[in-house]
């Protein structure tokens, strides 16, 4: 199992109904603070979650349909290009070229809004091969360790690696067997996210029987790492990002 993600790669940050219009969803990948927004068009951008002019945080802004405004001093940024398009203190000037936000690739997949870090050209690096038909993502959840321990103790679970390091697969007990597919977020050293996409054409109650069993079983995979960190077992990873 490969140790360290590779560079160009997409990342799954958030699931798609976290995403909803004049939103801004905040998000740490690899240590790096993103702003993922949705305009009313559907577009979704992601940005460094920084204004360029006093470097106030963009998520604590507003989301305008099109438009981000910074809280601090009211710059409003573009959609898309990022550039900034208005600044209240000199409403009749064009604001520099260089006033634009710094933005990454983003994609709509699997369910989920995907991230690559290594600038406009990593956007052309393929998606994971994941089993997509019939699937739907379950809760999203934080654990509070490395990347690699955290599969490691997936293995530990039963889970399968992939060709892809941030992508497992399980069949979990959920109110019955149901194939899983795990996918891996390293927020930075000390969290990692696990997102489940569930596969199974599960409707009403059935669906809300697997989708509180994954819950609890999460919720049981994040307390054994939990006292891991308690008896001092981090098991950190340097370089995961």
């Keep these: 199992m490969q140790s360290t993600p590779p560079s160009g790669r997409w990342y799954p940050i ?9 939103h801004i969803f905040h998000a740490l990948l690899c240590g790096k603070e ?16 920084r204004c360029p002019h006093r470097g106030l945080r963009l998520t604590i802004g507003g989301n305008l349909g099109s438009e981000l405004r910074c809280r601090y001093h009211g710059w409003r940024f573009a959609g898309g290009s990022g550039q900034c398009v ?49 699937s739907y993502a379950g809760r999203s959840l934080a654990l509070p360790t490395s990347l690699q321990r955290v599969r490691e103790a997936l293995a530990e679970a039963g889970a399968a690696p992939t060709a892809d390091p941030l992508v497992l697969t399980a069949v979990l007990d959920l109110s019955g067997p149901v194939k899983t597919s795990l996918l891996l977020l390293p927020a930075s050293e000390e969290e990692t996210w696990l ?44 370089g995961a990002c």
């Excluded at 702003?35 to 940005?47: F, I, K, M, T």
């Excluded at 059935?206 to 098991?235: C, E, H, I």
């Design 14 to 22: 958030v699931r798609r109904e976290e995403l909803p219009p004049r």
């Design 86 to 134: 208005h600044i209240p203190a000199h409403p009749g000037e064009t604001p520099p070229q260089a006033a634009r936000v710094v933005r990454y690739p983003c994609r709509e997949a699997y369910g989920f809004a995907w991230v690559a870090l290594g600038g406009e050209a990593s956007g052309g690096a393929p998606l994971p091969e994941i089993e997509a038909e019939a």
């Design 195 to 238: 997102h489940g996409l569930i596969h199974g054409t599960h409707l009403g109650a059935a669906r809300s029987a697997v989708l509180q069993a994954y819950a609890r079983w999460t919720k049981t995979l994040r307390r054994g790492l939990a006292a891991d960190n308690d008896r001092g077992a981090t098991g950190i990873e340097d």
């Design 34 to 49: 993103l702003a993922l927004w949705r305009e009313d068009s559907g577009r979704v951008n992601v940005w460094e979650n």
